[in-house]
């Protein structure tokens, strides 16, 4: 089994930023690949961004050069830098441990945290 727990989010202007956090216990060793969705409500949940063990990373088309995702392999933490937020942006963020690096297939899923961007 895998915990998984993200922090971060908050309440922020158009064109501000935030780094969201997700931490991972138990058993971290079978973790390959992680990737970041969001939800909004009334929508269905997106694919954000996904890194692999090795630092590898893929991105949808709307947040790439806006969003940045990376890991601390040693803190078992991911974490996504999203910057030049845009209210569209507003959703909940959920992390999740994906089956392979090409998939959006997961095995474990975050509780999630809230993204507010005001105009």
């Known amino acids: 089994q895998v915990q998984l727990v993200e922090s971060g989010g908050g309440l922020v202007q158009a064109g501000g930023s935030l780094r969201l956090s997700c931490a991972a216990s138990g058993r971290t060793f079978s973790i390959p690949t992680m990737g970041w969705f969001r939800q909004a409500p009334g929508k269905e949940r997106d694919f954000v961004a996904a890194i692999s063990w090795s630092g590898r990373t893929r991105y949808q088309d709307s947040v790439k050069g806006r969003f940045t995702i990376s890991r601390d392999n040693t803190k078992n933490t991911v974490y996504l830098q999203a910057n030049s937020l845009k209210p569209e942006d507003t959703a909940v963020y959920h992390c999740?441990?994906?089956?392979?690096?090409?998939?959006?297939?997961?095995?474990?899923w975050g509780q999630g945290t809230q993204v507010t961007v005001s105009s």
């Open positions: 999740a441990v994906l089956r392979n690096y090409d998939s959006h297939e997961y095995t474990y």
